[in-house]
C-alpha cells in the first residue's frame, strides 16, 4: 500500500462512521445535545452572574470546562463502546474483517468519528459559551486545550475499545460504560453544583483520567492562572490510561473477542415472539394478562442497561449527591432532608426512566420486529397487552422505590415521614400516567429510535427544571412555567413535601394535574395506536 493509500483509507472509513453516526438521532441527542443542553440549563439555573467587575469573568467561565469534557467522554467512550459492540454481537464487525478493508481502519475509522464527534461537542458548548454567555477563550493556553482534547480522546476511545471487546452482551456494555461516564462525572467535579467532595471520592477520582482532563481544560480557560496551560503530570497519567486500554483492546483483537455474539440477541428476540402465552384452548383474559405482565417484567430486568438506569442509577445518585454536598441529614427548609428530597426525586426519576422510556422503547422495538403484529394473531387483546405494560412497569418502580428507601434509611437514617402514605399514592399515580404518556408517545412516533430519542430528549431536560436533579435554585420565569406545564414536576413536588418531617395538605392540584396527562394519554392511545409499522400498514392498504 502506497504512503497515501493508507490515509486516504483511513480518512474515506472516518467520514463514513462519522455519517452513520450523525444519521442516529440517539447518539446526536446525548453525545452533542445533552452536554449542550446541560451548559444552557445549568447556566440558567445557576445563573451567569459576574464573578469578577474587573475582569468580567462570569461564572460559565468555570461550567463550560466540565460540560465540554463531558461530551468527550460520551462520544469517545460511551457511545464508541456501545457502538462498537453491537457490531460485534450483531456480526457486522466479523462480516467486516471478511472485506479487502484492513482491520487498523475499522477500529481506526470508528475511533476517528468518535474523536470528531467529541471536538463537535466542545466546539457547541465552547462556541455557544463565547456567544450567549461571554466566555473567555484565553490565547495563551489554545495550545494546551487542543492538546488535552487529542489526548484524551484518544484514551477514552482506547478504553472503550477494550470494554467493548471484553464484556459479553451490548446490554451489558451500555449499562457498564453508562455507569463508569456517570459515576466519574460525579466524583470528578462535572456535575458538581456545590459542595466539596469528600477526600476519599476525591481520592478516588484522581485515580482516573475524567478528573484530570476536567482539570486541564478548566485551568486552561482559568483567567486567573498564568502559563501555557499545559500540565505534564495531569497528561500523563490520561496517556497511561490510554496506553493501558490500548494494550488490553491489542489482545482482545488478537485474541478474537471481536467474533459475533449475534446468538443472545437472536435468543432475545425468540423470547419476545412469545409474548402471548400459549394454550390448546382460548385462555381467560385474566391469564392473558398475567402473562403478558410476567413477560414483560423479564424483559425489563433481563436487559442490563435497562436496569442500570432505571434503578442502578437512581441508587448511586441517592449515595453520591447528598455525600458531595455535605450529607443526607443536611436540612434545607421546610423540614426536608438532603437525603430524603434526593430519594423522593431519584425514586420519581427511577420511575420516569421505567415507564416512559423504557417501556415504550421495547413496544417500538417489537414493533419493527413483527413482534406486535404477529401477536395480534393471538387472542390477546390490545387494551389486555398494554394494561400489562403499564402494570409490570409500576411493580419495577415500586421495587425501585422500595431500594432506595433502604438505601436512604442505612445511609442516613432520616425520621419517618408523617405523610408517607401520601407519598405512596403519588408515585402509584405517577408511576401509571409516565406509563401511559409513554404509549401514547409510541402511538404518534412509530420509529424506534426516534422513541428513544424524545422520550430520553424529553425526560432528561425536564429532571433539571422539574426539581429533580438540582435543589435550592431559583428558576427563570420561561422555565418555571414550562416545567409546571409537564407531570414530573408536580410528580417531583408532591413527593418531595410527602418525605417532610412537617405534614402538609394533600395534594390535590398536583394529583389533579398528573391524571390530566393520563387522561389525554389514554385518548392518544384509543386512537392512534397500532400494532404493525407505518411501512405495514401502507402494505396492507395497497
Request: charged share 10%; aromatic share 8%; glycine share 8%.
Amino acid at each position: 500500500m502506497s504512503g497515501n493509500a493508507a490515509p486516504a483509507m483511513l480518512g474515506r472509513q472516518v467520514w463514513h462512521e462519522l455519517v452513520s453516526l450523525l444519521r442516529t438521532p440517539l447518539t446526536m441527542i446525548l453525545s452533542i445535545g445533552f452536554p449542550l443542553l446541560f451548559f444552557v440549563l445549568l447556566a440558567a439555573l445557576l445563573g451567569n452572574a459576574i464573578v469578577d467587575e474587573s475582569t468580567g469573568v462570569r461564572l460559565v467561565q468555570f461550567l463550560a470546562p466540565a460540560m465540554a469534557s463531558f461530551g468527550v467522554l460520551m462520544a469517545t467512550f460511551s457511545f464508541l463502546a456501545s457502538g462498537l459492540s453491537e457490531a460485534r454481537a450483531t456480526g457486522v464487525l466479523k462480516r467486516q474483517t471478511g472485506t479487502p478493508l484492513p482491520r487498523w481502519a475499522l477500529i481506526g475509522g470508528r475511533i476517528g468519528a468518535a474523536v470528531l464527534l467529541g471536538f463537535i461537542a466542545v466546539a457547541l458548548v465552547i462556541g455557544v459559551g463565547v456567544v450567549a454567555y461571554d466566555l473567555q477563550v484565553l490565547g495563551r493556553s489554545i495550545v494546551a486545550v487542543v492538546v488535552t482534547l487529542i489526548v484524551s480522546s484518544f484514551t477514552f476511545a482506547a478504553i472503550g475499545i477494550a470494554l467493548a471487546l471484553l464484556l459479553p452482551t451490548p446490554p451489558m456494555v451500555v449499562a457498564v460504560s453508562n455507569g463508569i461516564a456517570i459515576v466519574l462525572s460525579f466524583i470528578s467535579g462535572v456535575f458538581l453544583v456545590s459542595g466539596n467532595t469528600p477526600e476519599w471520592m476525591n481520592a478516588i477520582a484522581w485515580t482516573f483520567p475524567l478528573k484530570h482532563m476536567v482539570t486541564l481544560f478548566s485551568d486552561a480557560l482559568n483567567p486567573y492562572l498564568t502559563g501555557s496551560g499545559f500540565q505534564w503530570d495531569h497528561l500523563a497519567v490520561i496517556a497511561l490510561w490510554g496506553l493501558a486500554g490500548a494494550g488490553v483492546a491489542l489482545w482482545a483483537l488478537r485474541s478474537g473477542r471481536e467474533r459475533s455474539t449475534a446468538s443472545e440477541p437472536a435468543r432475545a428476540r425468540v423470547n419476545a415472539a412469545d409474548a402471548a402465552p400459549q394454550h390448546s384452548s382460548r385462555p381467560s383474559v385474566r391469564t392473558l394478562f398475567a402473562g403478558q405482565m410476567k413477560h414483560d417484567q423479564a424483559i425489563l430486568w433481563r436487559d442490563a442497561s435497562s436496569v442500570f438506569f432505571a434503578v442502578v442509577f437512581p441508587l448511586l445518585l441517592v449515595a453520591i449527591i447528598p455525600t458531595v454536598n455535605g450529607g443526607g441529614n443536611i436540612d434545607i427548609g421546610g423540614g426536608l432532608l438532603l437525603g430524603g428530597f434526593y430519594a423522593a426525586t431519584m425514586a420519581i426519576y427511577g420511575s420516569a426512566v421505567t415507564s416512559f422510556v423504557n417501556i415504550p422503547q421495547g413496544i417500538a422495538e417489537e414493533r419493527e420486529r413483527g413482534v406486535l403484529k404477529r401477536t395480534r394473531a393471538t387472542p390477546l387483546p390490545t387494551g389486555v397487552m398494554l394494561a400489562a405494560r403499564v402494570v409490570a412497569a409500576l411493580i419495577v418502580s415500586l421495587l425501585t422505590l422500595l431500594a432506595i428507601v433502604l438505601l436512604t434509611t442505612a445511609m442516613y437514617s432520616p425520621p419517618v415521614p408523617p405523610s408517607w402514605p401520601v407519598g405512596l399514592l403519588v408515585f402509584v399515580v405517577s408511576a401509571t400516567t409516565f406509563a401511559i404518556v409513554g404509549l401514547a408517545v409510541v402511538s404518534l412516533v412509530h420509529s424506534a429510535q426516534a422513541v428513544a430519542a424524545v422520550t430520553l430528549g424529553t425526560l432528561l431536560p425536564l429532571c433539571f427544571i422539574s426539581d429533580v436533579f438540582v435543589v435550592g435554585v431559583n428558576l427563570p420565569d420561561v422555565l418555571d412555567a414550562i416545567s409546571w406545564f409537564f407531570p414530573l414536576r408536580h410528580a417531583a413536588r408532591a413527593m418531595t413535601d410527602s418525605v417532610s418531617s412537617i405534614a402538609g395538605p394533600f395534594p390535590w392540584m398536583h394529583l389533579a394535574a398528573i391524571l390530566a396527562w393520563a387522561a389525554v394519554g389514554v385518548l392518544v392511545i384509543a386512537a392512534r395506536f397500532r400494532w404493525e409499522t407505518v411501512k405495514d400498514v401502507r402494505h396492507r392498504a395497497r
